[in-house]
């Protein structure tokens, strides 16, 4: 069970830090996945993480330099700490879990577990 967190309506240039809570069986998840989805468009793939390995994080393009993917295994949770944001970030932004990992992993179809979303507005 995931629950994202943290997001809202921003003015560009502000940051905002999502966050995913676990609960239930945290076992069985080796990583965990950021996602949007704009208004109209399809979903993709912003970052991700390792579980067992904080150093194995992957971008997407748009989004490298001014996002920072992290994760606190004592708490179960994954952050998204998301800087000098333009109105391109605006969507639901989606957090994901995967029972697997092989770095740089992004595909949303290799994630197993779904947050609800949390809509991020950035406004000019």
């Known amino acids: 069970h995931l629950v994202e967190s943290g997001g809202g309506l921003v003015q560009a240039g502000d940051s905002l830090r999502l966050s995913c809570a676990t609960s239930?069986?945290?076992?069985?998840?080796?990583?965990y996945g950021w996602f949007r989805q704009p208004p109209g468009k399809e979903r993709e793939f912003v970052a991700s993480?390792?579980?067992?390995?904080?150093?194995?994080?992957s971008y997407s393009n748009s989004v490298k330099g001014r996002f920072i993917v992290s994760r606190d295994n004592d708490k179960n949770t994954a952050y998204l700490q998301m800087n000098s944001l333009k109105p391109e970030d605006t969507a639901v932004y989606y957090c994901a879990a995967a029972a697997f990992w092989t770095a740089g992993l992004s595909d949303g179809d290799s994630f197993a577990y779904w947050g609800q979303g949390t809509q991020v507005t950035v406004s000019v």
């Open positions: 239930g069986r945290t076992s069985n998840i080796y990583g």
């Open positions: 993480i390792a579980k067992y390995a904080s150093t194995d994080t």
